[in-house]
């Protein structure tokens, strides 16, 4: 009998590939993405950047909250340094005016901010912030300052659960971005391209708003957000942007105000290489992965870890990750826990604020069989390349 993997492999690739197709069809205008195994790497793409040049590999998106894992990263490695302990409380390290009447956030260690366990209120989920951060009070020109979200916050806690108790909060990584700026007395941008883009040959991510390279026009595409109820609710559309339809083109905004709680750009193909080097042990010393991944439960199918998630996809199969969600982009990012499947897809919608959508690139990953395909594709993979060693 005949090698047939080639052809299990097209048949994969297809599948994958009418993935993406549907959600364009279900109104999403971009998608990109980026799947690698033992043997092989793919970029399939779909839908636009603008309505009508067409998605290429070499196109960056926002990544929301996947920037998270390159500051997990950093930090851990401050700590291998011993320029940082998990046990370093925010009061330890930063000066007093940074954190002033934030709640429980002098008392918040590094573990705990990594977690999201410190019991702080998150910034984004400040109504006032809402609308001046991403809706009809946004200035899209406004390059904010690092410190600048936490001003949402320097008041009596409202919403954040009690410190040691999971709660999801971007104040805990632009606290974070402070602290390793004061340990390294760097910038945090320069840190993760000294420590992580440049080591890796990351040439397509870039912080927004605090580095040169991000709103290049040759590969940022038009950035869209989906004009539903609750958007307009909670957020309301800013008189700068238009609207198509159900979207709204939020094209010209910047995401300096999410700096290293979400502030990044990149490609699907940069972002593998990330999964890469995490799962291969590159980045991190085998004592720092196993504390990342030292796995928290925070509902039935979802582990938190120090920077990074962990769930199950429909055949019950763990993969390790983040996904990511902000003005104009959503994206998610995982491998598999137990082998060598990685896949990364990005988008130029965003779904933050907005309830329930029609797609995105996270539905993508969620909502279909494509992890299960990927999944089939690394075991075709492995038996081509166990196949040539014999």
């Given at each position: 009998m ?6 299990h492999e097209?048949?994969?690739?297809a599948?994958l590939?009418a ?5 364009i069809?279900a109104?999403?205008p ?11 790497h793919?970029n ?5 950047v ?7 590999p070499?196109h960056i998106?926002g990544i929301?909250s ?6 997990a990263v950093?930090v851990?490695?401050l700590?291998e340094?011993g320029k ?5 409380t ?8 940074l ?13 705990l ?18 609308r001046e951060?991403r809706g009809d ?13 936490l001003?949402y916050?320097?008041?009596?806690r ?11 909060a ?5 606290l ?6 004061k340990?390294?007395?760097n910038?945090?941008?320069r840190?993760?391209?000294r ?6 040959g ?8 605090f580095?040169p ?12 957000h ?5 958007f307009?609710e909670d957020?309301?559309?800013?008189p ?7 979207l709204i ?10 700096w290293?709680?979400?502030g ?11 999964a890469?080097?995490?799962?291969g042990g590159t980045?991190?010393?085998p004592?720092?992965m ?5 796995w928290?439960?925070i509902t039935?199918?979802e582990d938190?870890g120090?920077?990074?998630?962990r ?5 019950n ?9 902000v ?9 598999k826990?137990?082998g060598d ?6 988008g130029?919608v965003?779904?933050?604020?907005c309830?329930k959508v029609?797609s995105?690139a996270a539905?993508?990953?969620?909502d279909?069989d494509?992890l299960e395909?990927?999944t ?10 166990g196949?040539?060693?014999?």
């Open positions: 005949g090698d047939t993997s080639g052809n097209t048949d994969c690739i599948k590939q993935i993406l197709t549907e959600s069809a109104g999403v971009g998608l990109s993405a980026a799947i690698a195994t033992a043997d092989g793919w399939l793409t779909a839908g636009s603008d309505g009508v040049a067409p998605v290429e070499s998106f929301g996947i920037t998270k894992v390159f500051v950093v851990f490695q700590i340094e940082l302990h998990l046990s370093d925010v009061g330890k390290v930063l000066s007093p005016g954190y002033r009447d934030i709640d429980n956030a002098a008392s918040a260690t590094v573990e901010l990594l977690s999201h366990h410190a019991g702080i209120d998150s910034w984004e989920d400040d109504p006032v912030w809402i951060g009070k946004l200035d899209p020109a406004h390059a904010w300052g690092k410190a600048e979200p001003e916050i320097r008041r009596p409202r919403t954040a659960p009690n410190p040691g108790e999971y709660g999801y971007n104040t805990n990584y632009t974070l971005g402070l602290i390793i700026e340990a390294t007395g910038t945090a941008e840190e993760m391209r420590r992580i883009l440049g080591p890796l990351m040439k397509h991510t870039f912080l927004e708003g580095e390279g991000a709103n290049d026009v040759r590969v940022a595409p038009r950035r869209y989906w004009a539903t109820d609750n307009r957020a309301g559309v800013p700068a942007f238009t609207e198509h339809g159900q083109d939020c094209t010209g905004s910047n995401l300096s105000v999410e290293t709680a979400g990044m750009v990149s490609s699907a193909s940069d972002l593998v290489k990330l890469i080097a995490l799962r980045l991190l010393h004592a720092s196993a504390l990342l991944t030292a928290t439960p039935k199918n938190m120090r920077g990074i998630f769930r199950k996809d429909g055949a199969e763990a993969w390790i990750g983040h996904f990511g969600s003005l104009g982009f959503t994206g998610a990012l995982w491998w826990e137990k499947a990685v896949i990364a897809v990005i130029n965003g779904t933050v604020h309830g029609p995105s539905h993508v990953v969620v279909t494509m395909l990927v089939k594709l690394s075991v075709v993979c492995n038996e081509r390349l196949a040539r060693r014999i």
